[in-house]
């Protein structure tokens, strides 16, 4: 199985819009298994807080770890 990934857009009716180099694709071989993924912000918000969180951690702050 072949995998391709790529962001692509929906209509206002909720249709998937394919890349036409996929369109071509999906005539040729006819049959496809699809995963949808959604953007998630309030994922994205949360690994950004986690991240900004720990750049302030210093090594130094290790000896807090095991208290």
């Not at 990934?5 to 071989?29: A, C, V, W």
């Given at each position: 199985?072949?995998?391709?990934?790529?962001?692509?857009?929906?209509?206002?009716?909720?249709?998937?819009?394919?890349?036409?180099e996929i369109?071509?694709?999906?005539?040729?071989?006819?049959?496809?298994?699809?995963?949808?993924?959604?953007?998630?912000?309030?994922?994205?918000?949360?690994?950004?807080?986690?991240?900004?969180?720990?750049?302030?951690?210093?090594?130094?702050?290790?000896?807090?770890?095991?208290?």
């Amino acid at each position: 199985m072949q995998a391709y990934e790529f962001n692509l857009q929906t209509s206002e009716k909720g249709e998937l819009l394919f890349p036409s180099e996929i369109q071509r694709i999906l005539k040729e071989q006819r049959k496809a298994r699809v995963i949808v993924l959604f953007e998630d912000k309030e994922a994205e918000w949360e690994r950004l807080t986690m991240d900004t969180f720990l750049a302030g951690y210093s090594e130094k702050d290790a000896i807090y770890d095991n208290l």
